[in-house]
C-alpha cells in the first residue's frame, strides 16, 4: 500500500471554526491531492499540487486553502468552516501526472 | 453538465457469475480511463486502467473495455467473488487543461451474493 496518512481521521467542530486537516507521504510524489466525496457526487478535486510551494484549484475549492512547505506533506485549510463542507475528505498521492492515483484512507468532518 | 455518467447505483451478482459495471462520458478529450474499488472506511483503491490507443486491457479477472466511438467504459469481472463486493468508481482523465484532474463517476455499488 502507499505510504499515505490522513490525519485526523474523524473531527466534529462548529461552525465558523477554522479547520485544517493533514496528509502525509512516505513515497516522495510530486503530485498530492485533496478530494471531497458526497453522496451522489463521486469525488470531487478541491486542490492539487504539482510541488513544494506550487498548488492549483480543482473543481471545488471555494472555501479550501492549501499548503505544502514538505513534499511529504499537504495541507487543507477550512478557514471558516460550513455546514456544507461536512464531508468525506481523501488525499491521494501520485510520482507523475500520468500515473494512477494512490489514495488515503479519508477524514470524516462533520460541521455542526 | 456531467461529463461522466456511470448510471447503475447498484448491482447484484451470484458468486462466480460476470459482473458487468459501466460508464458513459461525453468529454472527447479524455484520453486515460481508471477503475478504483472502494470498501467502506477505506480509501479508493486503483483497480485497472485503459488508455485511449486501446480498446481492452485485462488484469487477471478483471478486463475493462473501452469503445471510443460510444464514448463507453465497462468493467468486467468474472468471476466475481464475495470480496468484490464494494463500491466502484470509473475515472476519466483528460489530455487538455485540467489535465491533473481525474473525474469520477457517482459509483456503482456490486454486492456479489455467496
Known amino acids: 500500500d502507499a505510504g499515505i496518512t490522513q490525519s485526523p481521521r474523524h473531527k466534529v467542530t462548529e461552525t465558523g471554526t477554522p479547520v485544517t486537516l493533514r496528509c502525509h507521504q512516505t513515497?516522495?510524489?510530486?503530485?498530492m491531492y485533496w478530494y471531497r466525496q458526497d453522496p451522489g457526487h463521486g469525488l470531487r478535486l478541491i486542490h492539487y499540487?504539482?510541488?513544494?510551494?506550487?498548488?492549483d484549484k480543482g473543481e471545488v475549492s471555494d472555501g479550501y486553502s492549501v499548503s505544502r512547505s514538505k513534499t511529504e506533506d499537504f495541507l487543507l485549510t477550512l478557514e471558516s468552516a460550513t455546514s456544507s463542507q461536512t464531508s468525506v475528505y481523501f488525499c491521494?498521492?501520485?510520482?507523475?501526472?500520468?500515473?494512477?492515483?494512490?489514495f488515503g484512507d479519508g477524514t470524516r468532518l462533520s460541521i455542526l | 453538465d456531467q461529463q461522466v455518467k456511470q448510471n447503475s447505483p447498484s448491482l447484484s451478482v451470484q458468486e462466480g457469475r460476470i459482473s458487468i459495471l459501466n460508464c458513459d462520458y461525453t468529454?472527447?478529450?479524455?484520453?486515460?480511463f481508471l477503475w478504483y474499488k472502494k470498501y467502506p472506511a477505506e480509501g479508493p483503491t486503483f483497480l485497472i486502467s485503459?488508455?485511449?490507443?486501446?480498446d481492452k486491457n485485462e488484469d487477471g479477472r478483471f478486463t475493462v473495455f473501452l469503445n471510443k466511438s460510444a464514448k463507453h467504459l465497462s468493467l468486467h469481472i468474472v468471476p466475481s467473488q464475495p470480496g468484490d463486493s464494494a463500491v466502484y468508481f470509473c475515472?476519466?482523465?483528460?489530455?487538455?487543461?485540467?489535465?491533473?484532474?481525474?473525474?469520477f463517476g457517482k459509483g456503482t455499488k456490486l454486492s456479489v451474493i455467496p
Open positions: 499540487s504539482y510541488g513544494v510551494k506550487d498548488t
Open positions: 475515472a476519466f482523465r483528460s489530455s487538455g487543461a485540467g489535465s491533473y484532474q481525474l473525474t
Open positions: 468529454n472527447s478529450m479524455f484520453d486515460y
Open positions: 491521494a498521492i501520485s510520482g507523475d501526472w500520468g500515473q494512477p492515483q494512490h
Open positions: 485503459i488508455s485511449s490507443i486501446k
Open positions: 513515497e516522495n510524489h510530486r503530485y
